[in-house]
């Protein structure tokens, strides 16, 4: 490698690692992922102009066609999407970067001398590409709705790890016996691809956001993989980058959805067997509509908004701005509670609010605004369930006992918006729905606050 | 078992990179408010289209008769680009929508 290219190589590491770092402040992230962009433009430009090897100008041809389609294409679609939709698009954008690290292992391994050290890197970026394409195809079919039922495969997680460990005995055994049969690598492939499947399939949609994240992870550890394969430090360190960067945001996830990493990977996730608790009678809950509601936060000092997934399907983000709008206007106090996991995917709550205009400063953290609860007024609670069931403080046997919630029990009154008294996605009951100071405002999220403030505007 | 003791041992200067890089990354992540989740999950993924470098570099070297090579070689890059290019476009979106009010 010329001594410029491994230069331009060694400027774009640093590039991503300061991009990433950036990407971690609000008021430094958009340079952030300026930086980390500009660092692969320039390993990109320096991999195509700078070698020392004599290239056919076909090769050239086809490769600036494959740049420009995928530009084009990737551009597009981001330019397109719905915020709503960024979950999916995370997913299947990670999905291209597992399938092309896939087919570069297929690539060397038909040029695989037999070398123990490079076959294994080869067989593991196969593997782990083929997975990683699967898995976040299913997870894409799953949120945008294309694949509906959880599938449930009798035994799955015993079947699962057996067959995971019957690729890795399988991948094991093409490296110790120096087989170097393309049928054998393309089988491989198929296994990868199969496990991804099957790994994400008995997976709930709910839960798709933890599986993305740790795919997420798992394509950098195939980037890395294939770095050492050909000797590329940009790779490696950018890959490894991201595959720890995404453990550490699963890990996050899951602490907000009160689940242990090892249940994730090992499938014990989505189970929805037994639920303590589940028959309690909890007394009754009392309706409200529209106009009484409108009345409870136009007289209100303040108040509180609590945003969760049912507002991003519903897509009432612009309507909840509106809400918060008028009432502010009214003089009234108006503040965001986000909760870490609130939305599709963590943080995604903010994304949709910020894209509706809302001030970011009016959205606070959980421990930040808990201590407010109790000086609220009212609280709207908009298609937010698990996220503030107390049972999460005084029930020892619920399944989101530990969880960190909004204290929203502890305000004046409590609205809370959900479509039907359907459990949300821990299968529980909330007892909040209970509470005497709580009145259900049942309808769509998006339906129901168009009405409320059409409602305070005639007030 | 030699074998893989060997690897380490003549590979030194690449397990260390290795082992630094996981540190690195840990901690350039690890205080990120929860605001920024979202953009930053999409953000990493677009560094992950960094295979893109790899896929070029199959192309590259591929024999011009090779179909086999062009061909996978070709749809890693288109895959590869799309990842980085949608991914980098798509936080860069997300971003521009936090702000303040003036």
Not at chain 1, 51 to 77: F, K, N, R
Request: hydrophobic share 50%; with cysteine.
């Amino acid at each position: 490698m010329s001594i410029s290219l491994s230069l331009i190589y060694l400027v774009s590491t640093i590039a991503f690692i300061i991009g990433l770092k950036k990407l971690g402040h609000p008021a430094t992230a958009k340079n952030g992922n300026l930086i980390a962009a500009s660092g692969m433009g320039l390993a990109i430009a320096g991999t195509i102009f700078i070698h020392d090897i004599q290239v056919p100008t076909t090769i050239y041809i086809l490769i600036g066609l494959a740049i420009l389609i995928g530009s084009v294409i990737g551009g597009w679609m981001a330019i397109k999407v719905k915020m709503t939709k960024m979950p999916e698009l995370v997913s299947l954008f990670n999905g291209f970067g597992g399938a092309s690290a896939a087919l570069i292992g297929l690539v060397e391994f038909s040029k695989d001398g037999g070398d123990k050290m490079i076959t294994t890197t080869i067989v593991s970026g196969i593997i782990i590409g083929a997975i990683t394409f699967s898995g976040s195809m299913i997870a894409w079919g799953k949120l945008n709705g294309s694949i509906k039922s959880v599938v449930k495969i009798p035994y799955h997680n015993a079947v699962n790890n057996l067959f995971l460990a019957g690729i890795v005995a399988f991948a094991f055994f093409m490296v110790t016996a120096g087989a170097n049969s393309e049928v054998l690598a393309f089988a491989l492939l198929a296994a990868g691809l199969i496990y991804g499947i099957l790994f994400v399939l008995p997976i709930g949609g709910a839960d798709m956001p933890v599986v993305i994240s740790l795919l997420n992870s798992l394509t950098g550890i195939a980037a890395a993989i294939t770095g050492v394969l050909l000797s590329s430090m940009v790779m490696l360190i950018g890959g490894i980058l991201v595959g720890s960067a995404g453990i550490i945001l699963t890990i996050a996830m899951c602490k907000g959805m009160n689940r242990t990493l090892a249940a994730v990977i090992f499938g014990t996730f989505g189970a929805t067997d037994s639920v303590p608790g589940a028959n309690k009678t909890l007394g009754n809950i009392k309706k409200t509509n529209p106009s009484d509601s409108a009345i409870m936060l136009n007289y209100a000092t303040n108040v509180i908004i609590v945003p969760g997934y049912g507002l991003a399907v519903a897509q009432a983000q612009h309507v909840i701005h509106e809400l918060e709008e008028l009432l502010t206007k009214k003089g009234v106090n108006v503040q965001y509670a986000i909760h870490p996991v609130a939305g599709r995917m963590p943080g995604h709550m903010n994304v949709l609010l910020a894209e509706s205009n809302v001030d970011y400063s009016l959205l606070l953290e959980m421990d930040d605004i808990n201590p407010q609860f109790k000086n609220t007024d009212v609280v709207l609670v908009v298609g937010a369930n698990d996220v503030v069931n107390p049972a999460a403080h005084n029930d020892p046997s619920s399944p989101i006992y530990g969880m960190p919630i909004l204290d929203v029990e502890n305000a004046k009154h409590i609205i809370v918006n959900k479509r039907t008294m359907n459990a949300g996605y821990a299968g529980i009951e909330n007892e909040l729905f209970y509470n005497p100071k709580t009145v259900m405002l049942f309808g769509d999220a998006k339906a129901a606050l168009t009405k409320l403030v059409s409602e305070l505007k005639n007030m | 078992m030699n074998e893989w003791i060997e690897f380490i041992s003549s590979n030194l200067e690449i397990t260390y990179i290795i082992i630094l890089s996981i540190f690195v990354g840990v901690e350039v992540i690890k205080h990120i408010p929860a605001v920024l989740h979202t953009p930053l999950m999409s953000g990493a993924n677009a560094l992950s289209g960094v295979v893109v470098v790899g896929a070029i570099l199959v192309m590259l070297n591929a024999d011009p008769d090779n179909y086999f090579a062009l061909a996978l070689g070709f749809i890693a890059v288109v895959l590869g680009i799309l990842n980085v290019v949608g991914g980098f476009a798509v936080t860069g979106r997300m971003l521009k929508m936090f702000k303040k009010k003036s």
